[in-house]
């Protein structure tokens, strides 16, 4: 059974970083691609990074580019998202997600494995 769970999520101010983690495990962390999302209250889940399961590949929203860097850990069975210059527009659950197909994470929401969450407020 696979699971996913999201850690370092907090209250910070404006301007500040926040390092989130997700620990995959019940299967081969290896063989999967890996992506985090997000959602804010009364909004749609939003995609905001994504890596191939190697790490050489990694895709980002257009809200979080340049801002935001997704890393794994083969080793450790870890996904990382360094949250730099956060802004109160940041705020939401972040979600990471897991699938053997990093195309299914990048085109739709439907990637097999998901983490519970942990939330990300910044306040102004």
């Known amino acids: 059974q696979v699971q996913l769970v999201e850690s370092g999520g907090g209250l910070v101010q404006a301007g500040d970083s926040l390092r989130l983690s997700c620990t995959f495990s019940g299967r081969t962390f290896s063989t999967y691609a890996t992506g985090w999302f997000r959602q804010a209250p009364g909004k749609e889940r939003e995609f905001i990074a994504a890596c191939s399961w190697d790490g050489s590949s990694s895709y980002y929203a257009d809200s979080v580019k340049g801002r935001f860097t997704i890393r794994r850990d083969n080793a450790k069975d870890t996904v990382y998202l360094q949250t730099n210059s956060l802004k109160p527009g940041d705020t939401a659950v972040y979600y990471c997600?897991?699938?053997?197909?990093?195309?299914?994470?990048?085109?739709?929401?439907?990637?097999?494995?998901w983490g519970q969450g942990t939330q990300v407020t910044v306040s102004s």
């Open positions: 997600a897991a699938d053997p197909s990093l195309r299914v994470i990048l085109d739709n929401f439907l990637a097999a494995y």
